[in-house]
C-alpha cells in the first residue's frame, strides 16, 4: 500500500498553548491503535527470526568466496565477506518487516483493519526500494563501524557522532519509503527535511519513553538474575524454581521486545503522518508536537 506524497507541507504547531507530551503518552497513543491490531505484534518476532535465518544463509557464501580469495587463515577475507553478506541480508528482511508494520499503522489510520498476511504483502510489493535501502543503510553502518575499529579512541567519537546523525537523518525513511516513490538517497533528504522542518525534539519526552522502556523490561530480567542464581544453588527446590523463573523471565522479556518494537514502528508511521501533513484520526495532533516541533513553516512540497 503505498500513499501519494502529501501536499499539505508540515502542519502549524498547535494553539492554545498546549503542553509538550511525555513519552507516556505518545506509547500510550500507539498503543491504543496497535491493541486494535494485536496480530501484528508477531511481525517482530517473525522479523527477528528471518532476519537470523538470512544473515546465517548468506554468511556460508560470502565465507567460501572469501575463502577463495585469500585463503582461511587468520585475518582472511572468508569472516570479512560472510559477515558484511550476513549484515546485508539481516538488514534488508528487518526494513522489510519494519515496512510492513508501518503499513499496517497506515491502514489503522486511514480507517482500514490491517492483517497480519495483507501487511506482508504490500511490503513485498516494495521490496525493489526495500533492498536499495538496505543495501545503503547496511553499507553507512559498516563503513562506521570500520571508522571505529581502525582510528581507535579517535574512531570511537567519530563513530558516535556519525551513527548519530544517520540515525536522525534516516529517522522516517522507512515511512518515506511505505508513503512516497523515491529513491533511498531521495528518502534520506525527505525525511532528514521533515526532521529539520519540525525539530525541536523534546529530550525530556525522548528520556521518559526510553525510562519506561527500561522500567517494564526490569522485572523480566530480574527473574532471569534470580532464576540463574537459584539453579545455581544446587539444591532440587532452587533448581525447579529457578528453571521457572528464567522460562518466565525471558517470556516477558521477548513479549515486551515485540510489544515496544510493533509501538516503535507505529509511532514512526504516526509521527510521520503529523510532519508531513496527512490526517492522523482518533490521535490528539498535540501529542506529536512535542516530538518535532515545527521552528517556523517551511515552503509546502509540490
Partial sequence: MTMQPSSYGVPPPPSGGTSRP??????????R???????????PAVGSVAGLLAAAILFVPGWFLGAAIGGTHDNSWSGVLGGVLAVFGATIVGIYFQAALVIGANIRADGGDPTFGGCLRSAWALRGPIVRWGLLTATVGIAIRAIEERFGFIGSILGFLGGLAW?????????????EDLGPIESVKRSSHLIKATWGTSLRTTLRYGFMQFALTVLPVAAMVVGAIAVDSGSTAGTVIGVVLVLAGAAGFLVLAMVFAAIGSYARALIYRYASGRPVPGIDPTLF????????????FA
Fill in 22 to 31: 511525555t513519552g507516556k503518552a505518545l506509547l500510550s497513543a500507539s498503543w
Fill in 33 to 43: 491503535m496497535l491493541r486494535q491490531d494485536r496480530e501484528l505484534v508477531w511481525l
Fill in 167 to 179: 540515525a536522525i537523518a534516516s529517522f522516517l525513511v522507512v515511512p518515506v519509503l511505505v508513503a
Fill in 289 to 300: 508536537a512535542g516530538v518535532f516541533q515545527p521552528k517556523r513553516r517551511r515552503r509546502r
